[in-house]
């Protein structure tokens, strides 16, 4: 089996070429170390950061921004999304806190990008009226 990346580790996008034979794995096309093991892990097992929103009450928009605190199987990522999607946070919420905790069995927590007051009904019928 054979499969073809282009490397995201560094500068350079070096065109890695990763192939399988009789369980061996060779990785060729890499200028660096790091190269190396990113063509590995993305044979292996591919993994990606995860940002997206979730639906925020009491707050001045309806969509709080989310991000994972680190990578995310890519097998999982839309068990992830479906979860988030499912998901309503109510404000306040501040940046850094955690929105989700170990999504999907992943052990990665999904937390809070950006922080958000909660606004009074007053105040919201006020910019409602602009």
């Given at each position: 089996?054979k499969k073809?990346f282009?490397?995201?580790?560094?500068?350079?996008?070096?065109?890695?070429?990763?192939s399988e034979q009789?369980?061996?794995?060779?990785?060729?096309?890499?200028?660096?170390?790091?190269?190396l093991?990113?063509?590995?892990s993305?044979?292996?097992?591919?993994?990606?950061?995860?940002?997206s929103?979730?639906?925020?009450?009491?707050?001045?928009l309806?969509?709080?921004?989310?991000?994972?605190?680190?990578?995310?199987p890519k097998r999982?990522l839309?068990?992830?999304?479906?979860?988030l999607?499912?998901?309503a946070?109510?404000?306040p919420?501040t940046?850094?806190?955690?929105?989700v905790k170990d999504?999907?069995g992943?052990?990665?927590?999904?937390?809070?990008?950006?922080?958000?007051?909660?606004?009074?009904r007053l105040?919201?019928?006020e910019e409602?009226?602009?």
């Amino acid at each position: 089996m054979k499969k073809e990346f282009v490397c995201i580790v560094c500068p350079n996008s070096c065109r890695l070429t990763v192939s399988e034979q009789k369980g061996e794995i060779e990785v060729s096309g890499h200028e660096c170390k790091r190269g190396l093991e990113h063509g590995l892990s993305e044979y292996r097992n591919p993994r990606r950061m995860l940002t997206s929103t979730v639906a925020v009450t009491g707050a001045g928009l309806p969509r709080l921004p989310v991000i994972s605190t680190a990578e995310i199987p890519k097998r999982k990522l839309k068990d992830c999304l479906n979860e988030l999607y499912a998901t309503a946070v109510s404000a306040p919420v501040t940046s850094g806190d955690v929105v989700v905790k170990d999504i999907c069995g992943t052990g990665v927590d999904m937390i809070a990008s950006r922080s958000m007051n909660k606004i009074s009904r007053l105040k919201k019928n006020e910019e409602a009226m602009r």
